[in-house]
Nanobody, 121 residues
């Protein structure tokens, strides 16, 4: 499956953004999907995941502020980000895997190219 993330940009602290992940190539509805992020000089970090049955999981730093969702009919995944903080600044990546659903980078075989989110204070 091919993935393409979009929707990043510059936003003030306290603002919101919605990231999108467009999938193509395979039956996206049977894939688990996740969002990771990578800030400059830091390792890639788990943000959220949604199973093909729509169970959701979140990293501790985004719980209560971010919401992951999917629209299988449109082959799309989303990450709604509210109450953004400067520490949320990072390149955000969407990822997918047919079998695994874990908060680890190596659990996902397919990755999008990343979209930059910058939160100003």
């Amino acid at each position: 499956v091919q993935l393409q993330a979009s929707g990043g940009g510059l936003v003030q602290a306290g603002g919101s953004l919605r990231l999108s992940c467009a999938a193509s190539g395979r039956t996206f509805s049977r894939y688990n999907m996740a969002w990771f992020r990578q800030a400059p000089g830091k390792e890639r970090e788990f943000v959220a995941a949604i199973s093909w049955t729509r169970s959701t999981y979140y990293g501790d730093s985004v719980k209560g502020r971010f919401t992951i969702s999917r629209d299988n009919a449109k082959n799309m995944g989303y990450l709604q980000m509210n109450s953004l903080k400067p520490e949320d600044t990072a390149v955000y990546y969407c990822a997918a895997d047919e079998y695994r659903l874990r908060p680890e980078v190596n659990a996902y075989d397919y990755w999008g190219q990343g979209t930059l989110v910058t939160v100003s204070s």
